[in-house]
Structures are given as structure tokens and as C-alpha cells.
């Protein structure tokens, strides 16, 4: 074929097509990139330079399509039998790249970070991601699980309402699932599943708008920044039981030295875990402006910050009280959803004049954007530090550090 009609869902649906491709270089999202008869083709299942046999799973009748590699023809150095009979093609959306070495895992992160830093935001700079202790498995301490409609729970099936009934899971923190598989749930509902830094395991049955409690206290404990922390296993913590201390000291590493006295704001601040630290540099006579819009994690951080008299809890969203916290800051820490800051937010923090604005992500699009448009405001990437705190996944969590030029 020598050339391809303009491509229109009328005219080009690929699905269930099988393609021999050469597969080029990784992309944001947990795929490489291939190119056939003229088109994009999203591979998931692959490594860069190898050719696979690939199964079109999606096409909407546009430049591009997405399929899973079924067979390989030539493999990559990196290539690896994953731990998980669930990760291939058709099988559970929740890893990436468990056919790959963890090293090959962190360097197609570092790719995808680098790469979307220079194309959202014209920034050219090398990334290394830093492995967490703990190797590639039995980490995720924090999980949503599906039900079927006979009550089993399980794990969706990727870009996919499926529900695979799985029997364990592999990343899971050990013993986070047994006590959730060991009994039947409401058909077609969620499962949320904690196992806190004391070992117990908390679920609750999300149903209809609703949430129920059925495992554990519901109370979790955590420890991390030399703290203990008490609070609702549904509040926000890291999922990798060493993200926090790793995030914490790279937070305060682009915070740098803030003299007592000193104003700092914990924008999307959870429970706390950044402000305590924040309000131990800047002493009693400081201020910390800790905004969160949880109410769980915003009762956690008025308890488990009560002897830091430093810190301001405010309750609200970011974007709704930005023009009214006090200050000026001498320093904004900002760790927003995976969506990221957005133009209008960032522009209004660069805008309170902060000498450094330190922003936690774990979206490289999100984060490249959001460090693109406070550089349009007068800032400049001063240092990136990137962490393999979700192994097996695409995800990835960077600490930016900006400094007013």
C-alpha cells in the first residue's frame, strides 16, 4: 500500500488487525510508539527496538491506534518474564512494564519526563529516576478494586470496565489483599484498601455515592518525616511505603535555608506531611498556610500538627482562596491532583512573588505544563529530582524546584 486515505472513522477502523511493527521510542502513558502504513500505533507490551506482532485494540478511525504486542519476533536486552500472569495483553490495566528490567523501567521514565519538560515546556535537561528501597514488588500499601457482578473482587482490565477476578496481586503490599479476596462484596462496587505502617489492613465498600467501612479500624498510622501520623485510611498518603520520606527530602532540599520567621505555604498539603517539616524551619514565630479541601485529611493535619504553633490549617480549594492567604510567601510548596496546577493557578502563584516554588507531581505532562507556564511568569527550572516511587507502572513522582530569575 503506498499511501494511505485520509484517515476518518468511516473510512479505517484497524481494531482486531494484526500488524508486524518495528517499535520506536516510549511515550507518555505506558506505551512505545510504532508506525504503519502511515499511521501511529501505540503499543503497550513493548520495548523500544524491538519488532513485535501486535493485535490493534483501539482505533477510532484517526492518525493513530492502539494495540498490544502478542507476539515478540525480536526481543530487547531489557525484555523480562513479568511476575504477574495478569500483565500481558488483555489482562490487568494496573502495570506498564513488567516485562522490563526495573533499571529499563526507570530509564523509559526518565525519557518520558525529559521529553515532555522539552515539548510542553521548551526545557532541555537530563533526568535520572532514583529507585526507593524495597525493589519492584510488594509496595503498593494504597488500591482500588472492582467487583463483579457475582460479588468477587478484582482488577479492571486496561482502558476497560472488565473486571478480572485476580487472586493476589504482586505490587500489592503483602497481606494488603487477603483479607479483602477472602469474602464476597456488593455486586458492581468498589473496594478501597489500605495497609497502614502498623500492618492492618483497612477496606471500605464504595457503593452508590456511599462508603462503608467494612475491614480494620479505619484508622490508619503512618511514619514518615521523623513523625507518627494518625489518620482516616481514605485520606490521601503515598502509596510506596518509602515515597513520603523521599518526597519530604526533596521537598526540603528545593525549599533550601528559610530564616525564622519566615512565611511558607503547603498548597494541596494532605495531612501535613510537608508543613510539619516546613513549620520546624521557620519556628514558632513563622507561619505555615497549609490549604487542603479534604475534610479527612484537613482534621488529620489539625491533630497530627497541634504542637507546631507555625502552622495555619485552611480548609478550602487552592484556586478559591489563593488571593486572600496571608503573606507574602517566601516559599510555595504546591503538590496539586495528577492534573496539575493549570495555567490560570500558576500564573496566580507566580504572581505572589515567592523567591521559590517547589512543586510535587507525579504526571510528567501535568508537571512539564505547570513548570511551563511559571516560567513564562519569571521563574526558571533550578533543579528536578524523579523517583520510581510507582515500580511497574508508567507513573513516576518528581519534586521541581523553581527559583524567581
Known sequence: MSAVEPATAETLDWTDRLLEVDVGPVAHGGHCVARHEGRVVFVRHALPGERVRAVVTEDGGGSFCRADAVGVLTASPDRVEPACAW??????GGCDWQHATPAAQRALKATVVAEQLARLAGIEREVVVEELPGGPLDWRTRMRMAVTDDGRPGLRAHRSHEVLPVGDCPIAAPGALLPVLER????????????DADGEVHAAELFEGARHPE??????HERAAGRTWTLPAAAFWQVHPHAADAVVDAVLEGVGDLAPGACAWDLYGGAGLIAAPLAERVGPEGRVVLVESDPDATAAAGEC????????VVRARVEKVLGALPGPPDVIVADPPRKGLGRGPAGELAGRGAARIVLVACDPAALARDVGALVEHGYRL????????FPMTHHVECVATLLLA
Not at 475491614?215 to 490508619?220: C, D, E, K, R
Not at 500538627?305 to 495555619?312: G, H, K, N, R
Open 87 to 92: 500483565a500481558g495483553p488483555g489482562g490487568c
Open 184 to 195: 464476597e462484596w456488593t455486586p458492581t462496587a468498589e473496594v478501597e484498601v489500605v495497609r
Open 215 to 220: 475491614i480494620g479500624s479505619g484508622t490508619a
Open 305 to 312: 500538627l497541634a504542637d507546631l504553633p507555625a502552622v495555619q
Open 382 to 389: 533550578d533543579a528536578l529530582r524523579a523517583f520510581d516511587a
